[in-house]
């Protein structure tokens, strides 16, 4: 695989503060300081200043603005995440996502455009070192010369001897049909 398991954000139990149930709906935008595990559904915004943890059972319906957000479950709006997006197996985005740093597993689904903050020093160097080499240019086509007589008679190969139509000549005096080959 790409990617290694230490690129995925780790979050301890202890530091969740917030837990939304399986069997709780909340309508409306969930605003925490610390971070949230929804097994539920939350029908609004989530806005976290830690992690957003959405488990399996799990669903979003709105935009979420996070420092870190783990997707296992279903999440249909746009992500603004600080740091680092993970989207495990069972994870589904349906929105935009605008992060640093993103993890997609392979069997998870994402539809929408994400867009990649990356550090602005690194991406000046980049724009420059593409701006300072010339673009490649197609090799211009080459006309061919104009036609001459000399050209044209270099051109066709020269025959020794051709055979043409073989003509009968209109008998003489009751003479036998004679019969001529002509030659070039």
């Given at each position: 695989m790409?990617?290694?398991?230490?690129?995925?954000?780790?979050?301890s139990?202890?530091?969740i503060?917030?837990?939304i149930?399986?069997?709780?709906?909340?309508?409306?935008?969930l605003?925490?300081?610390?971070?949230v595990r929804?097994?539920?559904?939350?029908?609004?915004?989530?806005?976290?200043?830690?992690?957003?943890v959405?488990s399996?059972?799990?669903?979003?319906?709105?935009?979420?603005?996070?420092?870190?957000?783990?997707?296992?479950?279903?999440?249909?709006?746009?992500?603004?995440?600080?740091?680092?997006?993970n989207?495990?197996?069972?994870?589904e985005?349906?929105?935009d996502?605008?992060?640093s740093?993103?993890?997609?597993?392979?069997?998870?689904?994402?539809?929408?455009?994400?867009?990649?903050?990356?550090?602005?020093?690194?991406?000046?160097?980049?724009?420059l070192?593409?701006?300072?080499?010339?673009?490649?240019?197609?090799p211009?086509?080459?006309?061919?010369?104009?036609?001459?007589?000399?050209?044209?008679?270099?051109?066709?190969?020269?025959?020794?001897?051709?055979?043409?139509?073989?003509?009968?000549?209109?008998?003489?005096?009751?003479?036998?049909?004679?019969?001529?080959?002509?030659?070039?």
């Amino acid at each position: 695989m790409f990617f290694r398991d230490d690129n995925k954000v780790r979050v301890s139990q202890t530091s969740i503060s917030t837990f939304i149930g399986s069997d709780t709906k909340i309508e409306g935008t969930l605003i925490t300081s610390s971070s949230v595990r929804i097994d539920g559904t939350v029908v609004g915004g989530v806005c976290a200043e830690g992690t957003v943890v959405l488990s399996q059972s799990g669903q979003i319906q709105g935009n979420v603005i996070a420092d870190n957000i783990i997707v296992a479950g279903v999440v249909d709006g746009n992500l603004t995440i600080n740091d680092k997006t993970n989207i495990e197996p069972t994870g589904e985005v349906y929105g935009d996502i605008n992060t640093s740093k993103i993890l997609i597993d392979e069997q998870s689904v994402f539809q929408g455009n994400c867009n990649m903050n990356v550090d602005r020093s690194k991406a000046r160097k980049g724009r420059l070192r593409l701006k300072e080499t010339e673009p490649i240019k197609a090799p211009e086509k080459q006309e061919k010369p104009a036609k001459t007589e000399k050209t044209e008679k270099s051109e066709k190969p020269e025959k020794t001897e051709t055979v043409q139509d073989t003509k009968e000549k209109k008998p003489e005096n009751n003479e036998p049909v004679k019969k001529e080959r002509t030659t070039k």
